[in-house]
């Protein structure tokens, strides 16, 4: 039984690390009617793209014929097959990712990015997005020596790429070094974004040691191994020269050992290992940010933190928070990440906060004092897409007003009739006028960009004669502009190099922004007519996302040493004042394409040439029982729909065959299949030798058949055969029975779940998990007649803190022919089986401690988050993440009808800590204590589980 168990646990984290790097490859949306997908090649690239997203797929392959050709002299060599994209208009946010497994492949989303943020500096979002992705794709691909060897033999293993299995601050450092250019003013660690995190990364007094950067996840700032792993390649390069880089790259992608060696191929490059690199490397950082540290702590002007003044409960967050002024009282989205979103309002009157209504994914508000609330909320669809929608919070009712609209920015006109909506479709900027007094109405488009435009945050002004947007121009910045709302015609506000974004009219007409025009964001106001700017703060940090709230003043949100924090000056003062004629400035960046590539025509898309196997890995077990020797593959499309792994092993000592088949087409349809073979030891009068069982399993599944409630609500459909069968036995346990069983079981099932998860809570934070599941055994054969029908409850509550507590409530029921559902044991997966799920955990007994043909079970859980490590040893691939710890009470019965309960009882508690292995690979490891209360059935016992997964 050992052997078994260690088997599955070794081969179970070989797999997850060998398919980590390809986990991304999520599937592409659903098919929509009349929308075929197209493909189409340059001469290193393929693009796959949906009908009608011709142009943005010539673009891609345009671009990234340049970028290619730019990063050869640094990498010094390319992969020698074409890397596929995927162009996608799926998600109402903007992103890519990229992979070398199974194949090197690059995901794009088309929608640009809002203003101010980290990616708001560059020239072109799609230019930008490729630079930086296909870097990795570069830096990932190379191998030489031995590596280049082993993927000849055995293919597309993450093992045999040295640079897939450093940690990201190195990938992502690169990459973001990569995609800036320094002579043209475009790239993160050109913006002053960048310069802003890391500013405040050396105030806070507490530079982060290389063990932290290498395992970064959920400390703020978030994402710091991208800001960390920039600067340090800026000061490699800087301080050592580009050269020394490469030397390090060319060096690595010759080591057979991943992990192990990168220090000493770090200290014949630079002449100095990594962990000392990085000492040198932050005291760089204090060089380079003290001068205007002590300079912006000299001229310091800031406003009063509002959780100091009239809220205990609000921190500073690790998210910006989504905030709009109304009559009632400032309204702030609070997300602090350990707590469920709600809206409150401030009353500057009471100095206190009222909550208003729980939220979910919120990402504009804007509220009118007779019409209510108006919000854009993300919604996440069982089909793939994540889209914005408008909603109306009225007299404390939630009311829909658009379906997959995707308007993602909201103001209210001013008689409150109509909104005013912003959504990008395809990457093109888009207006549109909604009437939330009739939402039956369809919305009417009242402005349309191009792709080479981008409308960022807007407002609308106190007499709804025009809009202030800001706005990013083809090979331009970001600047102010407005919007005559009767000739929809648009009119320059600002022309400079800085960042200008979050724009508001104040009551008086002014325009009120954020922008860093010395490097540093800070909230001015422009009086247009006499073009007289004046600057209102005066942060250390910066100043983002102002706000004007009567009663309060000015409300803006600051970026710190911990945390986004809510500030605010009543009565703001003029820091300076200056002609914004004073700060005009072009960039004029060259353009994108600078010649067009040779390309196929567009045709049909096919998954075979991306679908068949790209890899092999051997696989070997030998104990006293058997010698397995095996291989394994895994493989998808470039799209992602189709996606399988598989492994076949042979025991030469029993002539026997075991194999495991896993395929999925997107999220809907499922089929496993699997031939194992269990050995296990009888002792007989002294004589031992093993009995031999042979499972077959298989499963058919089709999720989302229906969908309702934003996709919370879904039916299912599924098949299961699960057949346990004899191969040979002892010829002295003849007397001990074994029972061959054949259950083939066909059923439907109903799901609802709005379950959330929280940046700094332990597994769920809040909600509810239901299903309802109805099997037979009467449509095909089967040992076993009847039906069965199960359900079970799962809600979690947010407790104050980092610390939820869950019920669970299961029940089942079959009829007298039908197998027997089994209590006891700690296997949680086997109980979240949907289909053919025959288990019930009762932690504190043994499997099967009771069986019958009804059950029901409860389960109640109190889980504390206990401490975050996020620290790696040195530069080995292992690290602690976060530590957390439970306590529960499980409970329930397994009976037959005409027996009496008998209910057992067992409580205990568990510790939890995440280790990070290989940097990016997240286990989840889970030492336990339970007691059975029971005094003849109940038994104490400590266990150890481990379940893989990313976070």
Not at 71 to 98: C, H, K, M, Y
Not at 353 to 380: E, F, N, Y
Not at 699 to 707: A, M, W
Not at 758 to 776: I, K, R
Request: proline share 4%; net charge negative; charged share 20%.
């Amino acid at each position: 039984m050992l052997g078994k168990i260690l088997k599955r646990t070794l081969l179970g984290i070989l797999v997850s690390a060998s398919l980590s790097a390809a986990s991304v490859a999520a599937p592409v949306g659903w098919d929509e009617a009349g929308k075929e997908w197209l493909s189409q090649q340059s001469e290193h690239f393929s693009v796959h793209f949906v009908d009608g997203h011709q142009q943005s797929a010539a673009k891609v392959l345009d671009v990234a014929e340049r970028v290619r050709q730019e990063q050869l002299p640094f990498f010094q060599s390319a992969p020698e097959a074409r890397t596929e994209i995927v162009l996608v208009d799926d998600f109402d946010f903007s992103n890519g990712w990229a992979t070398p497994l199974p194949f090197a492949q690059i995901r794009l989303f088309m929608s640009p990015p809002e203003d101010g943020g980290d990616l708001a500096t560059s020239d072109d979002w799609l230019h930008l997005l490729i630079r930086h992705e296909y870097a990795h794709i570069m830096h990932m691909e190379l191998a030489n020596g031995a590596p280049k060897i082993l993927q000849k033999v055995f293919g597309r293993q993450a093992f045999f790429f040295p640079h897939a299995l450093t940690p990201s601050l190195l990938l992502e450092g690169l990459a973001v070094y990569l995609e800036t250019n320094e002579e043209l003013g475009y790239g993160r660690l050109q913006s002053s974004q960048y310069a802003m995190k890391m500013r405040m990364e050396v105030a806070s007094g507490e530079l982060k040691d290389l063990e932290q950067v290498a395992v970064a996840s959920r400390e703020w700032p978030l994402g710091y191994q991208y800001l960390y792993g920039a600067y340090f390649i800026q000061y490699l390069s800087e301080t050592y020269g580009e050269e020394k880089v490469q030397a390090f790259l060319t060096g690595y992608s010759r080591r057979i050992i991943p992990y192990f060696l990168i220090n000493r191929t770090a200290q014949q490059s630079f002449g100095k290992d990594f962990n000392t690199l990085w000492l040198d490397f932050q005291a760089y950082l204090e060089s380079e940010f003290t001068p205007q540290l002590t300079l912006l702590q000299q001229q310091l002007i800031v406003g009063k933190d509002i959780g100091e003044e009239v809220g205990k409960d609000l921190k500073q967050t690790p998210y910006l928070q989504v905030v709009t002024h109304s009559a009632s009282g400032l309204l702030v989205n609070r997300n602090n990440g350990e707590d469920r979103p709600k809206i409150s309002s401030l009353d500057p009157q009471q100095s206190e906060w009222t909550s208003l209504t729980a939220s979910k994914d919120i990402s504009a508000m804007s509220s009118h004092p007779q019409s209510g609330l108006a919000v854009s909320r993300l919604i996440h669809y069982a089909d793939g897409r994540s889209y914005n929608d408008l909603f109306l919070f009225n007299h404390g009712q939630w009311q829909q007003l658009t379906e997959r609209q995707r308007f993602r920015n909201v103001r209210w006109m001013p008689d409150g009739r109509q909104l005013v909506a912003s959504r990008k479709v395809a990457g093109v900027s888009e207006l549109w006028l909604v009437d939330a007094q009739s939402p039956e109405q369809e919305p009417v488009r009242i402005w349309r960009g191009d792709s080479d435009t981008v409308l960022g945050a807007f407002d609308i002004s106190p007499t709804g004669t025009e809009l202030v947007a800001a706005m990013k121009r083809p090979r331009q910045g970001w600047n102010l502009e407005k919007l005559n709302m009767d000739s929809k015609t648009w009119l320059p506000v600002t022309d400079t190099k800085a960042a200008e974004s979050s724009p508001s009219y104040l009551p008086d007409g002014r325009i009120m922004f954020s922008a860093d025009y010395d490097g540093v964001f800070d909230i001015y106001v422009l009086d247009e007519s006499r073009g007289q700017l004046e600057r209102w703060t005066r942060e250390l940090g910066g100043a983002l996302r102002p706000v004007w709230q009567p009663g309060v003043g000015l409300v803006y949100q600051a970026y710190d040493t911990n945390g986004y924090q809510l500030r605010y000056l009543a009565q703001p003062q003029a820091l300076s004042t200056q002609n914004i004629q004073h700060q005009q400035g072009r960039y004029d960046y060259p353009p994108v394409i600078e010649q067009t590539v040779e390309k196929s025509e567009p045709e049909p898309y096919s998954p075979w040439s991306t679908l068949r196997p790209h890899n092999w890995l051997p696989l070997v077990y030998i104990d006293d029982a058997r010698t397995l020797i095996g291989a394994l593959t895994f493989g998808s499309d470039a799209l992602g729909r189709h996606s399988y792994q598989l492994t076949a092993t042979w025991d030469f000592d029993n002539e026997l065959a075991d194999a495991n088949l896993v395929y999925q087409y997107d999220n809907r349809w499922m089929a496993a299949l699997s031939s194992s073979h269990d050995f296990d030891k009888m002792t007989v009068d002294g004589r031992s030798d093993y009995r031999i069982t042979r499972d077959d399993y298989f499963l058919l599944q089709r999720n989302h058949i229906v969908t309702a409630f934003e996709d919370q609500l879904s039916l299912h459909a599924g098949g299961v055969l699960d057949k346990e069968s004899l191969v040979s036995q002892p010829d002295f346990a003849s007397m001990i029975a074994f029972r061959e069983s054949n259950e083939t079981l066909a059923g439907l099932a109903l799901t609802f779940d709005n379950r959330e998860a929280y940046l700094n809570v332990p597994g769920v934070g809040w909600g509810h998990y239901l299903d309802v599941v109805a099997e037979t055994n009467d449509l095909f054969d089967s040992d076993y007649e009847g039906q069965k029908y199960q359900a079970q409850w799962k809600g979690t509550w947010d407790l104050p803190g980092r610390t939820t507590l869950t019920a669970r409530l299961g029940a089942g029921y079959a009829d007298d022919d039908a197998k027997t559902f089994r209590l006891g044991g700690k296997d949680l997966f086997e109980e979240s089986r949907l289909f053919g799920r025959d288990t019930q955990v009762l932690r504190g007994y043994d499997d099967s401690t009771q069986r019958g043909h009804r059950y029901a079970t409860q389960r109640l859980v109190l889980e504390t988050w206990l401490g975050r490590v996020e620290r790696n040893w040195s530069l080995y691939p292992v690290g602690l993440g976060d530590l957390s710890g439970s306590v529960f009470i499980d409970s329930g019965a397994a009976w037959d009808s005409g027996e009496n309960h008998n209910q057992l009882t067992g409580v205990g508690t568990e510790f939890t800590f995440e280790a990070k292995l290989g940097y990016n690979l997240t286990l989840p490891v889970t030492l336990g204590y339970a007691h059975g209360l029971d005094n003849d059935q109940g038994k104490d016992e400590v266990y150890l589980t481990v379940s893989g997964g990313l976070w």
